[in-house]
């Protein structure tokens, strides 16, 4: 199945979403859930006009597909603050508080590799939590 990206970006009212390889394509939600609903309508939407026109499809969008959500790490953080705490974030990434907190603020964005640190320790969090039973 292929992947294609939806970059997600967090604003002070809502979400919104675009994708590299469709351009035009956009979509805004109140929630990050309404988001992904609208950005798979909008695709369709754009693949069908993109059809009548007569346009090319890209390659990705002609077999099955499934969307995988990119975040930048500011509307990340943005988005789990609250659930996730600094202190948290810091036991699981080993980036000190002070410096989560300049990413989730905008004041300063990380490199790669800390970006890199985050997405790992969510996604082991994540793998932990899907083996868990109550």
Same mark, same amino acid.
């Given at each position: ?5 939806? @970059?997600?970006?967090? !604003? *002070?009212? #809502? +979400? ?11 979509? &805004?939600? $109140? &929630?990050?859930? *309404?988001?992904? !609903? ?9 693949? =069908?006009?993109?059809? *009548? ?8 969008? @002609?077999? $099955? +597909? ?13 988005? +789990?603050?609250?659930?996730? @705490? #600094?202190? =948290?974030?810091?036991?699981? &990434? ?8 300049? +990413? =989730? ?9 800390? =970006? ?16 868990? *039973?109550?």
């Amino acid at each position: 199945m292929e992947k294609v990206v939806v @970059t997600v970006e967090l !604003s *002070e009212n #809502n +979400y919104s979403a675009y994708l590299e390889d469709l351009p035009g394509c956009v979509s &805004t939600g $109140k &929630t990050f859930d *309404e988001l992904k !609903s609208n950005i798979r309508e909008a695709v369709d939407f754009h693949l =069908a006009g993109m059809r *009548e026109d007569g346009d090319d499809i890209p390659e990705q969008f @002609t077999k $099955k +597909y499934q969307f995988v959500f990119r975040f930048d790490p500011q509307s990340l953080l943005q988005r +789990y603050n609250g659930i996730f @705490t #600094n202190f =948290a974030l810091e036991r699981i &990434t080993g980036i000190n508080q002070r410096q989560l907190q300049r +990413y =989730a603020s905008g004041v300063s964005r990380p490199r790669r590799p800390q =970006a890199e640190k985050i997405e790992k320790a969510l996604h082991k969090l994540g793998k932990e939590l899907l083996i868990v *039973e109550l």
